[in-house]
């Protein structure tokens, strides 16, 4: 499954009050494990996967870690669009431009 069907399939099945069925949940969780580990590759994407993770953090911690790499991939991404930089740890580039360190 790619991260448009994913995410397409987990706006559909989060949108349903009740938990249904079994195949309903395993088939949101699969959505939502596709979704989490993809780096996004536009502003769009990066959207989805914070309304992902914020609906995963509010469940409580995963035991798989996804949560832990969606906000990696999500810094990633804030990092390369605000400094140019592909680094994972760019947003410590950023804190430390002055016109950026009073954030």
């Known amino acids: 499954m790619n991260f448009k069907m994913a995410s397409k399939l987990w706006l559909e099945l989060a949108d349903v009050a009740e938990p249904g069925s079994e195949d309903r949940d395993d088939d949101f969780i699969f959505a939502e494990r596709v979704i989490l580990a993809h780096p996004p590759r536009d502003d769009m994407e990066a959207v989805l996967i ?12 995963r035991s798989d870690g996804l949560d832990v790499a969606a906000v990696r991939n999500l810094q990633s991404w804030v990092g390369r669009s605000l400094t140019g930089a592909v680094s994972p740890t760019a947003f410590r580039a950023l804190a430390r431009c002055p016109t950026h360190a009073a954030m």
Not at 50 to 61: K, M, Y
């Open 50 to 61: 914070a309304e992902v993770l914020a609906e995963s953090i509010a469940g409580g911690e």
